[in-house]
């Protein structure tokens, strides 16, 4: 998921608002002996309060010893402690409401350490069950043809866990499924911890639950083993995909019965390996929700649009059964187990590591967890609204030491029953960095973590895994979106390849791997030698291995559809921008890696049936794929005519492959380009200033902060004459959840020379939501025509763009933004920058030099200048050269790698 943290925090914040309720009170158990009730805009009086009552679920009412008001809450002191497992209701101005265990309560109350889900390790198995709101629970057993089934009882234990001794034959009846009796209603539900479930289709209407599976996993160990060891380190060349998309391909001669499955992909491993890549990273393989798994047929455009049956995977369901759309035999619970560790033994046969993209922030529906616990998995507001920031679902609460057990068993289920070599987390600015700490801590440092760190959250900023808060020394990496945006372009828009040089300062913060301390004022004079960007979105990283630099995912565009869209062009010149981009991947610091299929130019072109066209994107620039003209940039539940890996295109861009090829043995023969440390990469890699117009700029971050300035006046110059702007992003506070409300209160009216002001009082900058949509240092914000709307002026703004306010940069408590000046940076003049880049890496080993040239024309350079007279050309525009370089001359649109002579 997910492309750049404003586009989520605007996009989704909308469907989030929608989500929720309008509920103006809740009810709380803080303590054994204390209710709160947290209110917003409710009349409360005295009369009201006296009235207020405590029941239990049969109706007794439970005394209560105190009743207090403060800051929007009620504190009722109880003079008898509650008991378990019991609901209880608040009756307050006339309304029933149920009373939900607090988190900190929970956390005290409820934790437990005992085996759950089957406990197989005693003579006889018990079924546990963690249901702290829970007042009885049945549980239903059906035999394999489902003609005969009987119900049991389970047993409250303590600390919110139900237990069941399964004292019988139960291979008779091995599908099982919950009845839980909860705050006065019965649900059906999926055992949270079932390691095998029935083949399952979701059909349509209200959530279905399947039944779980009796499985051992002490019965089904894996039975592959090899001696591959997975390394953590920056060697990693990471490669992602999706298991259908690989083998699905009606041209492909692979059996029928394998195409789409866990041993279908098996096949494309002696490709892989060729290729030369350390680890695949595979799209979910946990049992996710909206396919039917029994259908496995090929989903084209003959499919009607409401048929089809496809998904990416992030819609969880189950977090232990691996998924059963990928087995060849869904309808068989331990086949899908076996097929999944089978799997992973070829790729570690072949020295490839697996790493498995997991979806912990949200669930596909709340009823899943709900109906297990109510509300106990899901985080919830303090008014009792469920989180549904991530725009996918509702937010799983990691911070829950219960929902942290799950999250952390389910990881080292898949890493010990499966070989699983590391995971890659869905939106991880979702879980919390103790629960992060935990899964380092229980998973061994040798464990590849990483996942997407975008600033978008629904927890505090100080709690969130986020590129500006990530653990330090837990070895967790995470996506570099600045270096996508700024090589190749954002979505379809153009980057550095296309001659951008207002990239140049953010493509050397991707090179150096995101590094936040790494100097470029090599001189020590105190002025930068080069200009870098200092954003602390863009400079994040405690040491290389924190990020990982990449061009293209499953999110967005192919990377081929992208340079496709963005570049006017024929073929060859299109082919030329996509090395040189791929070239200045593979020469960045930190870990990379590619979007499989790009090596051969992998495309999403638009289905016919395709459910949301309004994704896929066009341009006058195009090169048609079979006359399709229309390109994807989010087909998560597009059919296999878009997704799927189309192996003709492996064939017919041949040459490509092998440049691709070329770069992962260069990376790996030249341990200059993937450096370890960030002392390493400070000592051994120099810029070099190609720009005419060398501006001095302080090479030290200040530590100025809007908290310091007495006032703030913004002054807008260049704006539209006698027109009405409102401004919308940080100065809004945290309860302004997409920081453009309806009821805006800063207007801004320009004059007749098209210039405005507005003023900040200390107490207003106090409210500023610094963090919101990127840097927590400075102030982003951005000027729209109507409030709740996102109609900015074009000639001002990128799409995803806005003004920066660095508090450094204001004067006697003023600064100016010029609205000529596309996203400007307020305070900062423009200056020319390079479309060249060249550095140097000198390790004790080797000296390398690169070059990035995005002019139009050839370049030649200075060999004096960089020490490296009598070169040997390591790499070029055709891949591998190893040739003397009779001089520093890199045609226009091209990366070079040269070896210099030590």
Known sequence: MRLKPLFLTLFFSLIWMDKISAANWFAWITKHNEITINYNNLHLDSSALDQLQLRSQQGTIIPISSRTTENNKIRLELALDLTFPANYQITLLGENKFCYPSLVFMNKAFFS????????????????????????????????????????????????????????????????????????????????????????????????????????????????????????????????????????????????????????????????????????????????????????????????????????????????????????????????????????????????????????????????????????????????EISYKSGAGATLESRNYMVRRLIIESLKYFKEQFGVDGFRFDLMGFIDTETMRSIRVALGPNTILYGEGWEFTDLPAQEATTKSNLPAGQLISVFNDISRDSYAGFMAGPGFIHGMSGEYPKVLTGIIGGL?????????????????????????????????????????????????????????????????????????????????????????????????????????NVIANDGIRYFHENS?????????????????????????????????????????????????????????????????????????????????????????????????????????????????????????????????????????????????????????????LPSAYSPMGNNTIKPENVINGRIMVDLAILDNVAGERPVALSKVIAYTISTEEERLLVVINAKDGPLRLNTEIYDCSNALLLFNEQGISNKKAAALSVPAKSTYIYLCPR
Do not use: C
């Not at 400070?682 to 902060?705: C, G, I, M, W």
């Open 113 to 384: 350490d005992k085996e759950l889900g089957i406990d197989w390790s005693g003579p006889i198995p018990i079924l546990r069950l963690w249901s702290p709101t829970a007042t009885a629970i049945a549980v239903e057993f059906s035999n394999k043809s489902h003609t005969h089934s009987f119900h049991k009882k389970m047993a409250y234990t303590s600390e919110g866990i139900w237990e069941l001794r399964l004292d019988w034959d139960f291979q008779s009846h091995p599908r099982y499924k919950l009845f839980v009796d909860a705050f006065g209603k019965t649900e059906e539900a999926l055992d949270p911890y079932a390691k095998g479930m029935d083949s399952f289709s979701p059909g349509k209407g209200p959530l279905k639950t399947p039944y779980a599976y009796l499985i051992n996993p002490l019965e089904n160990k894996i039975a592959f083993r090899s001696s591959y060891q997975s390394i953590n380190d920056t060697s990693f060349v990471g490669f992602e995909l999706h298991v259908r998309d690989f083998s699905i391909d009606p041209q492909l001669s692979i059996p029928q019965e394998q195409k789409g499955t866990y041993l279908g992909l098996t096949h494309a491993i002696p490709y892989l390996k060729d290729l030369g890549i350390t680890h695949v990273q595979i799209m979910p393989l946990q049992s996710f929700y909206t396919v039917d798994e029994m259908n496995r047929s090929f989903q084209g455009e003959d499919v009607p649009q409401n048929k089809i049956n496809y998904n990416w995977g992030y819609d969880p369901h189950n977090y232990f059964t691996p998924e059963g759309w990928y087995s060849q035999n869904p309808a068989d619970p331990a086949l899908r187990l076996r097929e999944l560790q089978e799997m992973i033994y070829k790729f570690h046969q072949s020295g490839i590591g697996v790493i498995v993209d997991v979806v912990y922030n949200h669930i596909f529906d709340q009823n899943i967890f709900e109906t297990i616990a109510p509300g106990a998995y899901l985080r919830r507001n303090d008014l009792g």
């Open 516 to 620: 936040a301390n790494y100097s470029v004022d090599y001189n020590n004079d105190g002025f930068d030698d080069v200009i870098i960007s200092k954003d602390y979105y863009h400079r994040f990283a405690e040491a290389p291995l924190n990020t990982i630099n990449y061009l293209s995912i499953h999110d967005g565009h192919t990377l081929w559809d992208k340079i496709n869209l963005s570049t006017f062009g024929d073929l060859s010149y299109k082919t030329r921008l996509l090395k040189m981009s791929l070239a200045m991947l593979f020469t960045s610091q930190g870990r990379i890696i590619l979007h499989g299929g790009d090596e051969f130019l992998r495309s999403k072109p638009l289905a016919a049936n395709d459910a949301h066209a309004d994704r896929a994107h066009t341009s006058e």
């Open 636 to 792: 998560y539940n597009s059919p296999d005519t878009t997704n799927m890996i189309r192996w003709n295109l492996r064939k017919k861009n041949n040459s490509m492959v092998d440049y691709v090829k070329g770069l992962i043995r260069l990376r790996k023969k030249h341990p200059a380009l993937r450096l370890e440390t960030a002392s390493t990469i400070q000592r051994a890699l120099r810029f070099y200033n190609l720009a005419e117009d060398k501006t001095e700029v302080p090479s030290q971050l200040t530590d100025h902060s809007f908290s310091q300035l007495d006032k703030l006046s913004i002054d807008f110059i260049h704006g539209p004459a006698k027109k009405t702007l409102y401004l919308v992003g940080e100065v809004h506070g945290p309860e302004i959840e997409n920081k453009n409300p309806r009821n805006n209160p800063y207007a801004l009216t320009f004059d007749d020379d098209g210039s405005a002001t507005i003023d900040f009082t200390p107490s207003d900058m106090a409210k500023f939501h610094l963090e919101a949509w990127s840097d927590p240092r400075n102030l982003q914000i951005k000027l729209v025509s109507t409030p709740g709307s996102w109609d900015y």
